[in-house]
Nanobody, 117 residues
């Protein structure tokens, strides 16, 4: 069964850090581009950052540059999102997506991240 499962969300204070994980099963992430998206209450889902499958090139939304980092561990079939210096506006449900083709486009169920004092 093809599945993406996010974990690592939770409550963190402003300025704090979290590391989210996205573990794949039923397929291998090696050839997939991976993206992290988020959706805040009352807002549309937005792209946060992504990493290519070929050369590891990364793309970041301006709002997270210098604070968030994406990495992939193909041996563990897992992608990570490191969130540093977090702000209240980072509060959202975070989703990972693995894309290879239109018919091989998978999403996880999401993990809640809340930044509050």
């Amino acid at each position: 069964q093809v599945q993406l499962v996010e974990s690592g969300g939770g409550l963190v204070q402003p300025g704090g850090s979290l590391r989210l994980s996205c573990a794949a099963s039923g397929f291998t992430l090696d050839y997939y581009a991976i993206g992290w998206f988020r959706q805040a209450p009352g807002k549309e889902r937005e792209g946060v950052l992504c990493i290519s499958s070929s050369d590891g090139t990364t793309y970041y939304a301006d709002s997270v540059k210098g604070r968030f980092t994406i990495s992939r561990d193909n041996a563990r079939n897992t992608v990570y999102l490191q969130l540093n210096n977090m702000k209240p506006e980072d509060t959202a449900i975070y989703y990972c997506r693995a894309y290879y083709t239109a018919s091989r486009d998978y999403w996880g169920q999401g993990t809640q991240v809340t930044v509050s004092s």
